[in-house]
């Protein structure tokens, strides 16, 4: 079955310091992944998705098939990046996502 | 503008009472989801809609039903509430077929069951 790592919980950074938030996954076919965003008292939304190779907000992030990883970075990390950070996978076929567990990124003055 | 609107902001029910939380979207999306979210869980799929009266288990289904009678609004039901059923409840559309699948979240319901 698929399946979606967030290895860590919780991570604390400074105002400008690169952020690495990993992602990894197990799934045998070709999967599609994305990146989901829920600031304070706002709703959850897709902050990109591994397809549009975009740079959103300062954050990139580069599918590894060979590790499975699908892992969200940023080189100067903001105050307003502070937010839970849930990384999904959509399965080849299907219109299901699966969610991992989710990260808390808090960026301090 | 893409909205999902849901019914309640915060519900606070009593254990062994019906519960009906409803989700409205109104961009004409094929797929609608419930989620639960708990701290440290994550998301969890309830159930999803792919289709008017068409329903699919999620991964934790048990203590759920939902119902879909209009394309826009897509119903979970907690038939007998238990207090192991409190959580924030996600709705979720997405507009379905090849190449187009972001979900669009509503604001959410915390329920309390007592």
């Known amino acids: 079955a698929q399946r979606v790592t967030q290895p860590e919980k919780l991570l604390s950074v400074f105002k400008g310091a690169p952020v690495e938030l990993k992602c990894n996954y197990s799934?045998?076919?070709?999967?599609?992944l994305f990146w989901y965003v829920q600031y304070s008292r706002q709703r959850l939304q897709l902050l990109l998705r591994?397809?549009s190779r975009e740079s959103i907000k300062g954050f990139t992030a580069d599918l590894n098939k060979g590790e499975t990883s699908f892992h969200l970075k940023k080189p100067f990390a903001q105050e307003e990046d502070s937010a839970m950070y849930y990384c999904?996978?959509?399965?080849?076929?299907?219109?299901?996502?699966?969610f991992g567990k989710g990260m808390k990124l808090t960026v301090n003055p | 503008d893409v909205k999902v609107t849901q019914s309640s902001r915060y519900l606070v029910k009593r254990t062994g009472e019906k519960v009906f939380l409803e989700c409205v979207q109104d961009?004409?999306?094929?797929?609608m989801f419930w989620y639960r979210q708990d701290p440290g869980l994550g998301l969890r799929l309830i159930y999803f809609?792919?289709?008017?009266?068409?329903?699919e288990k999620g991964d934790i289904p048990e203590g759920y039903s939902v119902s879909r009678e209009k394309k826009e609004r897509f119903s979970l039901i907690l038939e007998s509430a238990s207090t192991n059923q409190t959580s924030m409840y996600l709705c979720?559309?997405?507009?379905?077929?090849?190449?187009?699948?972001?979900?669009?979240f509503g604001p959410g319901t915390r329920l309390t069951v007592l």
């Open positions: 591994h397809i």
């Open positions: 809609s792919y289709d008017v009266k068409m329903k």
């Open positions: 979720a559309s997405s507009p379905g077929g090849a190449g187009n699948n972001e979900q669009f």
């Open positions: 999904a996978l959509r399965q080849s076929g299907s219109e299901k996502l699966v």
């Open positions: 961009m004409d999306h094929e797929n």
């Open positions: 799934y045998s076919g070709s999967p599609e």
